[in-house]
């Protein structure tokens, strides 16, 4: 629960420190005194935009803060702590900051936060109602919202097990579409892959092909002087050439000489002829060898090479890919075109697969529709109930769960609340057939009766009470104080009826000095507390007859 707030420059609100008290407070004052500031100033609080406007005339920027009691082991506390605030003695401290220029700063346990942190945490702290929340009462989202919240864990549930059904669903409708809509394009790919891989079979291109033919094209456009060089080099050590000059045989001389001397030496020297003579050897069968593969070789073998790398290059053009794109499309094609031709295979499976999950998907909405309307009589009830309690002993809400043409995200039904005011009236949307003050007394039952699923321990209500007077204004304050036994209930209100019933009063009380208007917010007790009480009854705080309707009002809400 909220222990205190201060504002400074907001607004009409120069300087402003407001403590409030754990069960029912109720906020009054004049016309334009700034009440519905504090509403604005718990909202910036948790995490509604900043507005620039809102900073007093003449300050450069509007500072609010407030300070929470709760549990140090919820989750409000963890998700703090987690951005790096600190919980002390049990108690939270959010602040904000807005500038003149329309900056804006955030503080959670002492730590500057994203304004979006704020926001998080403002539904576990408080829960805010105005005349806007009576307009989005009127909103289907809202209704089945609160039926949903009614429910309980048996509708969450329901509700759970549909959303998961959904989202299957809908992945497997996603990719369907996909997979029909691109049928045509994966077709023509098909078409481009079979022809590719039929010119890769009849060309069958190998890797490092290319590389092997510029080397081979290289050396039979030589060949002559391949041959000459090599023809050259086999007669000197074969002696071909007949001028006596037998390298082998020199060396063979040499080395014998070496091996007959009586120093090692010399015998090593001769080892290392021999080592040469067998190298000679060597070389001598290699060029042989050569010789015969180049007389083998000629002008068929350097047009063939030509043609083979003109074949490939052609391949190339028409495929409009390099040579590694080839040797890779040559492995990888013949599954992919498998994968494409398997198409209608896929979209047979697919539409059963997307049959099956829209029959489980029904199911699931079948079972979320029976809980939601299991709901909706015993919320009709409890609603009614404390209609009654508001000045509308006849009323009665009827809330419809319809079919949905097709299933949505939260569900396959239309959710609808009906206002019948007394039994002979027919019943109208909320939205549409309710006055202000209905709506007002429609929202407070329906808070009343969700009292229980709110996780907010905290209740705003801004001028909850508009268009109400007289014995149902009595009745709504009853309900706040009802409310206000299970939760803290805070609410702005120009009516003693409702006043008359909080545990705590405060009053906004404008002040005018020259052009700048101030406003002071006081606690008021005893006679104050009457004179007010009176001041909003007849508009005079001084009447006698409405000092003395102010005394039986707080009379009769003392009695209960």
């Known amino acids: 629960m909220i222990d205190e707030l201060t504002i400074r420059d907001l607004g009409v609100i120069a300087r402003a420190r407001i403590e409030f008290s754990p069960g029912f407070t109720a906020v009054t004052g004049e016309t334009g005194a700034g009440k519905t500031m504090i509403v604005q100033a718990l909202g910036l609080l948790l995490g509604s935009r900043a507005d620039s406007q809102a900073v007093r005339a003449g300050s450069e920027q509007t500072r609010v803060e407030g300070r929470w009691r709760l549990d140090r082991e919820g989750g409000v506390a963890r998700t703090v702590q987690e951005a790096g605030g600190e919980i002390e003695d049990d108690e939270l401290l959010l602040a904000r900051v807005v500038t003149s220029q329309g900056r804006s700063r955030a503080f959670a346990g002492g730590a ?11 539904p576990e702290l408080v829960a805010v109602h105005g005349q806007s929340d009576q307009l989005r009462l009127a909103s289907p989202q809202a209704q089945r919202e609160a039926l949903d919240r009614f429910g309980g864990s048996a509708l969450a549930a329901a509700l759970a097990d549909y959303g998961e059904a959904y989202e299957r669903y809908t992945q497997a409708c996603r990719r369907l579409d996909e997979l029909v809509a691109g049928r045509e394009e994966r077709a023509q790919e098909a078409r481009w892959l079979a022809d590719a891989l039929a010119q890769l079979g009849r060309v069958a291109p190998q890797p490092g092909e290319p590389e092997e033919l510029e080397a081979m094209l290289a050396r039979l456009e030589n060949l002559s002087e391949l041959r000459e060089a090599a023809r050259a080099a086999h007669a000197v050590l074969e002696d071909d050439a007949g001028d006596g000059a037998d390298v082998r045989a020199l060396l063979d001389a040499a080395r014998r000489a070496l091996e007959r001397a009586p120093d090692p030496a010399l015998v090593a020297l001769g080892g290392r002829l021999a080592e040469l003579r067998y190298g000679l050897d060597d070389v001598a069968v290699e060029l042989a060898g050569y010789l015969a593969g180049l007389e083998a070789e000629g002008v068929g073998a350097v047009e063939a090479a030509q043609e083979r790398r003109a074949e490939l290059s052609a391949l190339q053009r028409r495929l409009a890919l390099d040579y590694p794109a080839i040797l890779e499309l040559a492995e990888q094609g013949p599954d992919r075109l498998a994968e494409l031709e398997g198409d209608d295979e896929l979209v047979d499976a697919l539409r059963d697969s997307v049959q099956s999950l829209r029959e489980t998907l029904n199911a699931a909405a079948g079972r979320l529709s029976a809980a939601r309307r299991e709901a909706a009589a015993a919320l009709s009830a409890a609603v009614g109930a404390e209609l009654q309690s508001l000045a509308m002993p006849s009323a009665a809400v009827e809330i419809l769960v319809e079919p949905l043409p097709e299933p949505a995200r939260s569900g396959a039904d239309r959710v609808e609340f009906l206002l019948r005011p007394h039994p002979d009236a027919t019943a109208r949307p909320l939205g549409k057939g309710a006055s ?29 009470d508009a268009g109400v007077g007289g014995a149902a204004a009595i009745e709504i304050g009853r309900r706040l104080a009802a409310l206000s036994r299970s939760a803290q209930v805070i609410v702005v209100t120009h009516l003693a009826q409702v006043a008359a019933f909080a545990d705590r009063h405060i009053a906004v009380v404008k002040d005018s000095e020259g052009a700048v208007t101030q406003s002071d917010v006081r606690a008021l007790e005893g006679e104050q507390r009457v004179a007010e009480m009176a001041r909003l009854l007849s508009g005079l705080s001084g009447s006698e007859s409405g000092l003395a309707h102010a005394r039986e009002l707080l009379s009769i809400a003392a009695a209960g």
């Open 112 to 122: 500057q936060v994203p304004s979006g942190l704020l926001a998080q945490l403002g």
């Open 436 to 464: 202000g003050g209905e709506l007002s007394r429609v929202m407070l039952a329906l808070e009343v009766v969700l009292a229980d699923t709110r996780a907010a321990p905290t209740f705003v209500f801004d001028e909850v």
